[in-house]
């Protein structure tokens, strides 16, 4: 979907950006709670959940509730329409997280795009997390980074 010129584009991607570095430093994790079949709410945020790297590969999906969510570490629950039920699984979710901090290397350039992955080393657990960081635009010299880390839990099937 074309969504604009290079500066619409730019102008896009910088709010992303600013976005997703102000949910980080607030430590907020997001949540969609869809009661119901979710009808018409398939998986097809997850194709934008990866992260926006540059302008060229901005999309108004990035900044969807869905989206948001699982960058923050949240979750997308629907299939239920029982309202307090999923509202409950988000404050017992939400209840018990980790804070990891770490020391980014200097950016390339502002608002660049880090791609952030937690391994457990324990079989069958899934660690959620935010999905990745964007380098501050006044910094080359960069501060610590700390991302939450929700309680990891049991992965449903085979591990990966």
């Given at each position: 979907m074309s969504i604009g010129g290079p500066k619409k584009r730019q102008n896009i991607y910088n709010y992303i950006a600013s976005l997703s570095t102000a949910l980080r430093e607030a430590r907020i994790t997001l949540y969609d709670v869809i009661p119901g079949s979710g009808f018409g709410r398939g998986d097809i945020y997850m194709t934008y959940v990866k992260g926006v790297s540059d302008t060229n590969h901005v999309d108004l999906g990035d900044l969807s509730l869905p989206v948001l969510a699982t960058q923050t570490g949240g979750q997308v629950l629907m299939g239920?329409?029982?309202?307090?039920?999923?509202?409950?699984?988000?404050?017992?979710d939400a209840k018990v997280n980790y804070v990891l901090t770490?020391?980014?290397?200097?950016?390339a350039h502002p608002n660049e795009y880090h791609a952030i992955q937690v391994q457990l080393d324990r079989p069958g657990l899934k660690a959620r997390t935010r999905s990745g960081y964007y380098t501050p635009p006044a910094h080359n010299e960069q501060p610590p980074v700390a991302i939450s880390l929700q309680e990891p839990t049991a992965v449903k099937g085979t591990p990966e």
């Amino acid at each position: 979907m074309s969504i604009g010129g290079p500066k619409k584009r730019q102008n896009i991607y910088n709010y992303i950006a600013s976005l997703s570095t102000a949910l980080r430093e607030a430590r907020i994790t997001l949540y969609d709670v869809i009661p119901g079949s979710g009808f018409g709410r398939g998986d097809i945020y997850m194709t934008y959940v990866k992260g926006v790297s540059d302008t060229n590969h901005v999309d108004l999906g990035d900044l969807s509730l869905p989206v948001l969510a699982t960058q923050t570490g949240g979750q997308v629950l629907m299939g239920s329409s029982d309202l307090a039920d999923l509202i409950d699984r988000c404050v017992m979710d939400a209840k018990v997280n980790y804070v990891l901090t770490f020391k980014p290397p200097p950016a390339a350039h502002p608002n660049e795009y880090h791609a952030i992955q937690v391994q457990l080393d324990r079989p069958g657990l899934k660690a959620r997390t935010r999905s990745g960081y964007y380098t501050p635009p006044a910094h080359n010299e960069q501060p610590p980074v700390a991302i939450s880390l929700q309680e990891p839990t049991a992965v449903k099937g085979t591990p990966e």
